[in-house]
């Protein structure tokens, strides 16, 4: 199983980027899929979910209403679309594969990270 995450990098403050997971090795639609985050010395925070079915989500309140996630299932892929970027959302941020929870022990495979910098 793999998960690979891509986007982010350098963004301004208010500004927009696309994160994607593209998954393989696993049966897309048999697991809700989500992000997480984690800032320099902070513990790992959950970000955003999304439904197997992709029909629920459920989001941090530090994120609602400025990301918004999504999966295809046609290319086994899922998104965070991340609007109106703040400094405090700087982190590396993982895409995980398990059950429809905020917790992250409940995540049975994670994608290797991939930085957002938001410079203010």
């Known amino acids: 199983v793999q998960l690979q995450a891509s986007g982010g990098g350098l963004v301004q403050a208010g500004g927009s980027t696309r994160l994607s997971c593209v998954a393989s090795?696993?049966?897309?639609?048999?697991?809700?899929m989500a992000w997480f985050r984690q800032a320099p010395g902070q513990e790992r925070e959950f970000v955003a979910v999304i439904s197997a079915g992709g029909t629920g989500t459920v989001y941090a309140d530090s994120v609602k209403g400025r990301f918004t996630i999504s999966r295809d299932h046609a290319k086994k892929t899922f998104y965070l679309q991340m609007n109106s970027l703040k400094p405090e959302d700087t982190a590396i941020y993982y895409c995980?594969?398990?059950?429809?929870?905020?917790?992250?022990?409940?995540?049975?495979?994670w994608g290797q990270g991939t930085q957002v910098t938001v410079s203010s």
């Open positions: 090795g696993l049966t897309f639609g048999n697991y809700a």
């Open positions: 995980a594969a398990g059950l429809y929870s905020r917790r992250t022990s409940d995540y049975k495979y």
